[in-house]
């Protein structure tokens, strides 16, 4: 006899991915969260197994509680990361298996696959990075996964009421962030002209691509070298960037979608280095996130 809902039990692995990876920002963390989860399940026995009713909300619990207790313990490890954190960036389209990319000598299954959405572009994930660990779980079980609050509630330990207010705060910090939502093919005009002024360093044409305010931000994990505080500023930040030594050492720009918005990344003899992601609004540039830390760029790796 087969194992009782093997079938069901492996057909959610691509929600929890899903999942714990817009609670964590992190492809690696969701992965070892997944199996984790997976863990547990099968450290029960048969009977512990089918005593459970819905073995599908069991494992989005105890991944979800699993992510809860991470984004906890995220402060002190942030209090130790070199420079700034930015979550970590997807690339297009990639199927996941165990941590590889389809095409780059994996096999990937399409249900590891990361849904791309607008909760996954940087932007988003940036402001849910500012989120206290509650609010983030109960914004994104409740708003994003449709979870309803007495769910939610067994999941946070707090009462349905009180999962209601941390969702209602999280809205309002998106809110307050006032991401922009131009449309695609304007934010790719705007990348490729970005990139262009790059390649030339051309500076006063770099400033007219950026919003006055803009700000820029590199993660190099202390890994890599990368500035550790923001750069702000329209002058500042196109100075920034046509003061790279990119092209002088044979690094290419190539245009990329990453986390399903129009971004850049750059590549030395075909290895991947930097991913370049960007927000914008009707008319400038207004967030640069470069991500330089090797341990965030497995997914890009070819």
């Known amino acids: 006899m087969s194992e009782p809902g093997l079938s ?17 920002g992190s492809l690696a963390d969701a992965e070892d969260v997944v199996q984790e989860t997976y863990a547990r399940w099968y450290a029960m026995t048969p ?48 199927e996941w298996h165990t941590g590889q990319p389809t095409g780059a000598g994996g096999t990937g299954d399409p249900a590891d ?28 079980l409740h708003d994003v996964f449709r979870y309803q609050f007495p ?15 941390l969702a209602s705060s999280a809205r309002r910090r998106i809110r307050d962030a006032q991401l922009p939502t131009a449309p ?12 262009q002024a790059w ?22 994990g202390g890994v890599v070298t990368a500035a550790l505080e923001p750069v702000h500023g329209g002058p ?15 690094r290419e720009l190539v245009e990329r979608v990453v986390n399903g918005q129009p971004g850049l990344v750059i590549q030395y003899e075909g290895v991947i280095e930097t991913v370049i992601a ?14 330089r830390n090797p341990a965030k760029l497995g997914p890009w790796t070819n």
């Open 151 to 165: 769910e939610v509630a067994e999941i946070v330990g707090r009462t349905p009421a009180a999962c209601r207010q």
């Open 113 to 140: 696959r990361v849904t791309l959405d607008e909760s996954v572009n940087m932007a988003f994930l940036v402001v849910l990075d500012a989120m206290t660990p509650a609010e983030r779980v109960a914004f994104i």
């Open 199 to 220: 390649e030339a360093t051309d500076i006063p044409a770099l400033v007219s691509l950026l919003d006055p305010e803009v700000t820029a931000v590199a993660d190099g």
């Open 278 to 291: 960007f927000d914008v609004d009707a008319d400038h540039i207004t967030n640069i996130w470069a991500v």
């Open 8 to 24: 069901a039990i492996m057909s959610e692995r691509r929600q929890l991915i899903n999942l714990a990876y817009r609670l964590l």
């Open 236 to 250: 500042d930040v196109a100075q920034y960037f046509a003061g790279l030594p990119l092209f002088l050492l044979g």
């Open 47 to 94: 009977a512990d197994q089918q005593a459970i009713d819905n073995p599908a909300a069991w494992l989005t619990k105890v991944a979800s509680r699993i992510c809860l207790d991470l984004l906890r313990s995220a402060r002190s490890r942030r209090e130790r990361y070199v420079g700034e954190w930015i979550p970590e960036p997807l690339p297009e389209s990639t």
């Open 184 to 195: 695609s093919a304007h934010r790719a005009e705007l990348i490729r002209q970005f990139k």
